[in-house]
């Protein structure tokens, strides 16, 4: 089993920046994919940026140029840079992490408890 814990959400202005930290801990195999969610009341959860250990990243359109993801493997931690927040980027921002088992080829995925991100003047 695989315990994260995120921090770095709260309140910002429009303009405004946060970081958050999404920390795995626990039995941990080999953490391949790990990613940044968000949802509001009403729609579904979607991805906001994503990161694979080979250093690929990923961003949703809304984000580009704002947000910025990045990782320390060594520290089994995955970062979330949000520069110009929006109005419209408020939310509960999830951390999801996709954890491989190579010997048994098995998969396992965790998530964040989420962390407030509240945009507002």
């Known amino acids: 089993q695989v315990q994260l814990v995120e921090s770095g959400g709260g309140l910002v202005q429009p303009g405004g920046s946060l970081r958050l930290s999404c920390a795995a801990s626990?039995?941990?195999?080999?953490?391949?994919?790990m990613d940044w969610y968000r949802q509001t009341p009403g729609k579904q959860r979607e991805l906001v940026a994503g990161g694979t250990s080979d250093g690929s990243t990923n961003y949703a359109d809304s984000v580009k140029g704002r947000f910025t993801i990045s990782r320390d493997n060594a520290k089994n931690t995955v970062y979330l840079q949000m520069n110009s927040l929006k109005p419209e980027d408020m939310a509960v921002y999830y951390c999801y992490v996709l954890d491989l088992d190579i010997d048994s080829r098995r998969e396992y995925e965790y998530w964040g408890q989420g962390t407030q991100v509240t945009v507002s003047s």
């Open positions: 626990g039995n941990i195999f080999s953490i391949y994919t």
